[in-house]
Structures are given as C-alpha cells and as structure tokens.
C-alpha cells in the first residue's frame, strides 16, 4: 500500500508541474496545426487535385517541407508527447472532481487520448527522421497482413467496428457539447464562448465523420478481403468523393476539421491542464 500511495503521490506532484503543463499547451498549438493542415489536404482531395494522402501524417509532411519545417514537426512531435504524459497521468490519478463511473469514464477517455497523442507524436518523429511515415500505407499492409493470419479477417473488421464507434461517440460528444467540461468556460467572455461552442461542435461532428467512414471502410475490407479498401482517414476522404455531392461533402468536412484546428488553438489557452 505504501508503494502504491508513493506512486500516486509521484504522480500527482508530476501532473501539477508548470512546465508540462506549458509543454502540454504548446501541444494543443502544434495539434491545431497539424488538423489545419489536414483540412487543407481535404479540401485539395474534393477538388481532384494532388495532395498527399489526407491524414495527419500527410499534414506532418506538408509542414516538413515549409521554411524550417523540420523544427517545426519535431516541436510538434515534443508537444504531442507532453500531451500523452499529461493524458496518461490523468488516467492513472486524475479527474478527482468526479466520482463513481463519471471518474472511470474520465480516466478511461484519458487512457483513449493518451494512445492517440503519443501514435502522433511517433508518426511526426517519424516524419522528422524521414521516414515511412504514410500511415494509410502501414494501414493497408497491417490490414493484410492481419487477414492472411488465423482469425485475421474478424480481428480487422472488429478494428473496424471500434473505429467506426469512436467517429459516432466524436460526433456525440462535439453535440451535446460534452467537451465544455474541460474548458475554463467561466473564464472566457460570452463571444469567445458562443465561438468556442461552434467549433467544437463543428470541429468533433467532422472529425467523427471522417474517423466512422474510415471504420466502415474497415469492416468492408474484412468482409470483401480486399485490404486495399483499408487505409485509414486518407481513404474516408476518398471515398467520401466519390459519393455524389461528394466535392461539396468533403469541402464541409474540410471545413470542420478546419473547426477543429482552430478549437485547439482556444483550449491551448482555456483548457484544464
């Protein structure tokens, strides 16, 4: 018991450190960013023309090719992974304003996002060291590789399945406007709120969108074989125009993630970290 307390206790001191709190919200400056650039490479895909593949990995890319755009991406890279160290302690001791479920719910969206910031800030090391850093190709050939194994096929489409999931639990949680829960609302002026609550609800509905599609995606892949129908956020976007309306579609969508961009630069400032 004493060993687990100390733990706690080093972890608690750890969480409420200024510097990776300052670290943390130069993270969310870096991941808007990083969804701009995304935004931007939806909007080249809806109108036919060349981009490189539309995920956050072709976002790092695009921003490692501009004036001192190496810096950049590794900036970003050490800004991400502020933000799974923030994220992995809250789920080992944060959200004590919660109780009961709440706190485990809490801590288990932490544990969530705690995944997701450190796979970006591996794929913008990546990108800095040069390499194969195209996550829709490493999708496409994990998916393969996954279906020639034993249980394979069902093992992809139940990835599919959770992915899809998460896009709908995005698109509710932007909605019902859930992350105002993590902001300093009280701290902002009535403008700056109204504007904060758009973005974020248009920012989460897009990103959900993207990431359901892209789940859904997966599950054809299992279910037809075909793992070239797998790859990830890139091949959402490319689907999504091929559907009709589809330039306009994903133009709004590219709006959306644009939102989303743009919301982390406000919870860069206003967030609870």
């Not at 093992?155 to 406007?177: E, Q, T, W």
Request: proline share 1%; glycine share 10%; charged share 20%.
């Amino acid at each position: 018991m004493t060993l687990t307390r100390d733990a706690e206790a080093t972890a608690s001191r750890a969480r409420n450190s200024k510097a990776l709190e300052a670290l943390a919200r130069a993270g969310f400056i870096g991941y808007g960013i990083v969804h701009l650039l995304f935004a931007w490479l939806a909007l080249q895909i809806a109108f036919g023309r060349p981009a490189d593949d539309g995920d956050q990995s072709g976002a790092l890319r695009t921003l490692a090719q501009q004036p001192l755009g190496k810096f950049l991406v590794i900036a970003v890279c050490v800004g991400l992974a502020a933000m799974a160290l923030w994220q992995a302690l809250e789920a080992a001791v944060g959200h004590r304003e919660d109780r009961g479920n709440e706190r485990t719910v809490e801590r288990v969206a932490s544990a969530v996002r705690t995944v997701v910031y450190a796979y970006f800030a591996w794929t913008a090391y990546k990108v800095f060291s040069n390499a194969n850093s195209s996550s829709a190709d490493s999708q496409e050939v994990l998916t393969g590789k996954l279906m020639e194994s034993t249980g394979g096929q069902w093992l992809v489409g139940l990835a599919g399945l959770v992915l899809a999931g998460v896009g709908v639990g995005l698109v509710v949680y932007g909605v019902i406007k859930r992350f105002e829960k993590h902001l300093h609302t009280g701290r902002m002026s009535a403008r700056v709120r109204k504007l904060t609550q758009r973005l974020g609800i248009a920012g989460y509905s897009a990103k959900g969108a993207v990431y359901a599609v892209a789940g859904v995606l997966i599950v054809t892949a299992a279910v037809t074989y075909d793992p070239d129908k797998s790859r990830g956020l890139d091949g959402a976007l490319h689907a999504l125009r091929e559907q009709p309306f589809g330039t306009v579609l994903l133009a709004l969508m590219a709006l959306g993630i644009a939102a989303f961009g743009v919301f982390c630069f406000v919870q860069a400032k206003y967030r609870k970290v």
